[in-house]
């Protein structure tokens, strides 16, 4: 497929050099917010931002590579909107616009509408001083210029690539894994090995559970990563864990959207299994038609793909926002454990606490040891209470609930014996429950990769690649069909 | 009135003519596109009491129907040479002896699908239908033919033991076991065929093992239990006998050979090849159908597994004729008859465009090659459009019985008939 060109130069929704001073100036701000200029720019701003920008996302969402760049997209805008939450709940909010606030942390600082091509913040950029901070020479002058119309894409595709090497570093084994057991379990099946049988399914409920365990973590690391800006971040497990602990039910909420609405996109890659030789106008066209009208159609499931990802992004961003918000303020991390990245933006902003020296145990905490032992163990139990209702029959519930409230109960006198232990028990049973719903959402979102495959198979992509959680690109166009198209 | 008492066989033969002649003419006149494949052929003769009286020997061809099974299209078996996974269906059965229909279709109508469990029925029946699963279990495909299939035709006009009238089936497909019989009143479990299938030696060892005086209670109530359940999967057969003296013979001997564990004989589709080797020398069959299976496993996505299977299904078809061309009994009096149960998609917007038959155009698409003695060879494929149902009519045209319940207006591939 051809990569759709991208456009010579974005229009630049430049600030213009009242802007660029310090946020003690209110008054310059709001004499350009008066001017028609200001409002045609702003209307200019707005336009870009939400039609060219958007439009440029759903096309980058066709390939491969450009799909990259717009991982990098997507990260830099959670970046900045997660900051501009924080800068709304402080009292600089009142004081000064965002972008005041942002200039403040330097030429580098977060923006809420990222390009996909052209530098932010030129003029900053250009009249910044020199390392050694005196004015910057005319050589330098010219590097910084050259720089300009390319430096969002590098940007981009700089962290695009470091988030998909994050990304798939954790769940990039389960799917491997899972397409391993596809392949050689098929194989296996096809050439009647049965004493390798087990293999395949035992490979593939090992990259199941291995994706599911990654993905646990993964969507809150990522809004890590893509905040701090920091490659590193994403391992943060620590203070991530935190994060989740915090905000159970808004991130079961987050892992519920992400499954759900995955739903309506692998039908769309699924439905092309019934077009060509179903419905004559596909049936009858050559392949050159058949290439054009396939392109349009996951043209339009682009279009479908970038704003949900978006969504997710916000989603998950807002989530990561508060998250972040509770634990600076409950003093659930220690010190180290705040990036120093977010320390510096939330003394700034004035919503950091002071934080304990050591953080607090984990104990039976999301994330812990214990949670998982506990949780796998309430999965073992259910599974085995499904097996037992498919083996015994539907008499067989009445014994599975009673197992179930016998698990509960019997853990009462060890909560009991202590203070607070009504809580306790409860926060516990609690995670408990997150530890389920979360494995049960993924297990949802795997399960339908599944369906979706043996309907209409993606070789490697299938299993490999997730739109919502890895690269989101929509190119299922068949080899065999561009080489035929080809006049 | 009439001087002579009327004879209900002439009567019967007249009309069917007459009614035929007059929907020919009216679909002549009527539509200018082609008529459905070989309307003109004079139907099969259409009454139950042909057969009355006590059956007779069979003296004329053995016929080896294969199912060339699991979907496939015309394009990976014989639409060119350059295409063919199947060299020897193309070249040996096609060019050198028989002859290739390769505008079979199954018709397109609500409620026909091109499934394998119903591509087979099509094939034992003579009739499109729309097959519901029985046991309505999901996936379980269990259906009941309602009309004789051409085992049950064979069997009543002849004296062939049910030994002889033979289905071979895959290792996987529980279903399929259980069309060796129609619930057509006239024919149905008295005429029926007989399975050979990795199945039915599991059942053949349990029934051994339980003759066993060593057996301890308990296990012995495990076998009987297990034994019933296999029994008893098709409930139209429970107080009717599913042994024979030549099939415990038979088995026996596979035990002897390939033992009881099942991991000696050959797999996938080579062991219905096994089976139907063994079956020649052993049960002398006089209708034999193999249902091979395995280009189905592309469903889940791998196309080397479709092309595989076909290379891997010629194979074995070359291995039977071979057999049949030593055996003296077989040679010049066997006919091969290979006919797919349903196509397979042609869709270009999917990696592999052939994954499934989800009853799309090319997957009511398939071919029949026939070949040996009484079989034409004009060496060239026969253009005319024929439908799938036509092979039933076909198979009692070769082996002269009549197909009473075959739907009569898709003829009987008359061109292959010398």
């Not at chain 1, 600082?109 to 901070?133: F, K, Q, Y």
């Not at chain 2, 290739?100 to 091109?114: A, K, Q, R």
């Not at chain 2, 060593?214 to 098709?234: H, S, V």
């Amino acid at each position: 497929m051809k990569t759709p060109a991208i456009p010579e130069v974005l229009p630049a929704q430049e600030l213009d050099l009242p802007e660029a001073l310090p946020a003690d100036q209110p008054r310059l701000r709001r004499r350009r917010e008066s001017t028609a200029g200001g409002v045609l720019g702003k209307v200019m701003g707005a336009f870009l931002a939400w039609v060219v920008r958007p439009i440029i996302g759903i096309l980058f969402c066709f390939n491969y590579f450009t799909s990259i760049l717009v991982t990098g997209w997507t990260y830099r805008w959670m970046q900045g909107l997660v900051l501009r939450g924080w800068w709304k709940q402080s009292r600089l909010h009142r004081e000064g616009s965002f972008e005041d606030f942002c200039l403040t942390l330097g030429h580098a600082a977060p923006v809420l509408r990222p390009r996909w091509l052209v530098r932010e913040r030129i003029i900053a950029t250009l009249t910044r001083p020199a390392p050694d901070g005196s004015r910057p020479g005319a050589l330098r002058k010219a590097f910084r210029i050259l720089s300009l119309p390319w430096f969002s894409l590098w940007l981009n595709l700089k962290v695009g690539i470091q988030a998909l090497f994050c990304t798939y570093l954790l769940t990039g084994w389960g799917c491997l894994l899972m397409y391993f057991s596809w392949e050689y379990g098929w194989l296996n099946s096809f050439n009647k090995g049965y004493e390798e049988a087990f293999i395949g399914p035992l490979a593939g409920f090992l990259g199941i559970f291995l994706f599911i365990a990654a993905m646990f973590y993964v969507p809150m690391a990522q809004v890590h990563q893509a905040v701090t800006g920091d490659v590193r971040a994403f391992i943060d497990f620590r203070f991530v864990w935190r994060l989740i602990q915090a905000c159970p039910v808004t991130y079961v909420g987050l892992a519920a959207f992400i499954a759900l609405a995955s739903l309506p996109l692998e039908i769309l890659k699924t439905a092309p299994a019934f077009f060509d030789d179903h419905f004559d106008a596909w049936t009858n066209a050559s392949d050159a038609q058949v290439l054009h009208m396939l392109q349009t159609y996951l043209l339009v499931c682009c279009a479908v793909l970038f704003p949900t990802l978006l969504l997710a992004r916000f989603l998950a961003a807002s989530v990561y926002r508060a998250a972040v918000l509770k634990v600076v303020r409950r003093g659930c991390i220690a010190e180290h454990d705040l990036h120093p990245v977010l320390d510096d933006w939330l003394t700034r902003l004035g919503l950091r606490g002071p934080l304990p020296a050591a953080a607090p145990k984990m104990r039976w905490g999301t994330g812990s040891i214990a949670w998982w032992l506990v949780g796998t163990l309430d999965l073992i139990v259910l599974v085995a209470a499904f097996l037992a209702v498919v083996v015994v029959g539907p008499g067989a519930w009445p014994a599975v609930l009673g197992v179930w409230i016998l698990l509960t109960i019997l853990l009462v006198p060890f909560f009991l014996i202590r203070r607070g232990a009504l809580a306790q028990f409860l926060r516990f049973n609690g995670r408990r429950l997150v530890f389920g719903l979360l494995f049960w959402m993924w297990f949802g979102f795997v399960a339908k990769v599944y369906v979706g495959e043996f309907l209409n198979r993606h070789p490697y992509a299938g299993f490999l690649n997730h739109t919502l959680v890895q690269l989101p690109c929509f190119d299922f166009i068949p080899a065999h069909l561009r080489q035929s198209a080809k006049p | 009135m009439f001087s002579q008492p009327i004879d209900r066989r002439r009567f019967l033969y007249q009309a069917a003519a007459g009614v035929g002649a007059i929907s020919t003419s009216l679909a002549g006149g009527c539509d200018e596109r082609e008529p459905k494949a070989a309307s003109a052929d004079p139907p099969p003769v259409a009454e139950e009491e042909v057969n009355a009286g006590p059956p007779k020997p069979y003296t004329g061809p053995n016929v080896i129907l294969i199912r060339f099974g699991g979907g496939v299209r015309r394009l990976e078996t014989v639409l060119s040479p350059e295409t063919t996974y199947c060299p020897f269906v193309y070249h040996e059965l096609y060019k050198k002896q028989g002859i290739l229909f390769n505008h079979v279709d199954i018709e397109s109508s609500p409620g026909i699908e091109t499934s394998h469990g119903q591509g087979t029925l099509y094939l034992l029946t003579g009739k499109y239908d729309h097959y519901e699963d029985i046991s309505h279990k999901p996936l379980a495909d269990r259906f009941e033919a309602k009309v004789p299939t051409i085992f049950e035709y064979l069997r009543k006009k002849y004296d062939i033991a049910e030994h002889q009238a033979l289905i071979i089936n895959g290792e996987d497909r529980i279903n399929e076991e259980f069309y060796t019989f129609s619930n057509h009143h006239l024919y149905g479990v008295r005429f029926r065929s007989t399975v050979l299938s990795l199945y039915r030696f599991k059942s053949y060892l349990l029934r051994e093992e339980l003759k066993s005086a060593e057996l301890a209670d308990k296990e012995r109530e495990e076998k009987t239990k297990q034994l019933r359940e296999m029994e008893n999967k098709d409930y139209r057969v429970q107080d009717r006998r599913v042994t024979s003296p030549e099939l415990d013979r038979f088995w026996a001997n596979w035990r002897n050979y390939y033992g009881r564990m099942g991991l000696v004989n050959p797999r996938g589709d080579r062991v219905l090849t096994a089976l139907a080797l063994r079956a020649l020398r052993e049960l002398r069959p006089k209708l034999l159908m193999i249902n091979y299976q395995d280009t189905d496993y592309v469903h889940w996505g791998n196309p080397h597994f479709y092309t595989r299977a076909i290379s891997i299904i010629d194979d074995g078809i070359r291995q039977i004729y071979e057999a049949v061309q030593a055996d003296e009994e077989y040679r010049n009096n066997t006919v091969f008859l290979v006919v797919p149960d349903c196509g397979r998609d042609n869709n270009r917007c999917m990696a592999v465009t052939y994954q499934h038959h989800f009853n799309s155009k090319c997957a009511h698409e398939i071919f029949v090659v026939a070949a040996g003695p009484g079989i034409a060879h004009p060496q060239v494929p026969v253009d005319k459009r024929r439908q799938q149902i036509s092979v039933a009519a076909a198979v009692g045209k070769l082996m002269k019985f009549p197909t009473a319940h075959v739907d009569g207006s898709a003829g009987y591939l008359k061109e292959m008939l010398l």
